[in-house]
Every structure is written in C-alpha cells, then in structure tokens.
C-alpha cells in the first residue's frame, strides 16, 4: 500500500502540481529505492509519469517546472536521470536514458 502512495504521490506532482517542485524528484527517489517491491502495474505508471515528465522539461520548462529541478545536480548519479532534466534537454547528458525514454530525444519530441 505504502507504494502505491508513492506512486500516487509522484502523479500528482508532476501532472498536478504547477510549477513542478523538486519534490516530484525525491518522490521519483523514493520510488526508484523501492522499486523492486513495486508490482508491474505501478512500474508502468511510474514509466508513464516519467514520460510526462520529461515531456514538460522538453517543450515546458519556462511555464510549468521551477527553475531549481532544470538545473544539474552533480550530486545524484547520472541513473537517476530525473535529477539532470536541464542537460537532458540541452543535450549534455553524460548518462544513459532508459530506453522508454531515449526514443522521445531521438524523435525530437
């Protein structure tokens, strides 16, 4: 139940909340620890949620993400992509995006 929370959590920061906060980060933190006791139906929510919000780093930042989640954060491993949206959209991403991910920079979307 506790993940299905921090799912729902997640949701509601990045479809709900404007400007997205950095909180949609350390949710996206919390479900990344837990994600082996995630069932395979919330995994495809997060991966749902996790295409929106890149979608509104690529074509919405300026309007609907505060300016602290677009910038780097050298801090946070280059797997937790979430936290390196900003060079993710300026094509200075070092890491590697998931593959459910990589195709939305590869069509230009």
Known sequence: ?????M???YDIE?????????????DRDRLQEEWE?????????VFIIDEILLDEALNYADE???PQVMEDHP?????HWWW????IVHGE????LPDYLASMIENGK
């Open 1 to 5: 139940m506790a993940d299905l929370y």
């Open 7 to 9: 799912v729902r959590s």
């Open 14 to 26: 990045v479809n709900d909340a404007r400007p997205i906060s950095i909180n949609a980060l350390t």
């Open 37 to 45: 006791q995630l069932t395979p139906s919330e995994r495809k929510e």
């Open 64 to 66: 609907n993400i505060e």
């Open 75 to 79: 801090d946070k491993p280059l797997e």
């Open 84 to 87: 390196h949206l900003g060079d």
């Open 93 to 96: 991403y070092q890491g590697q």
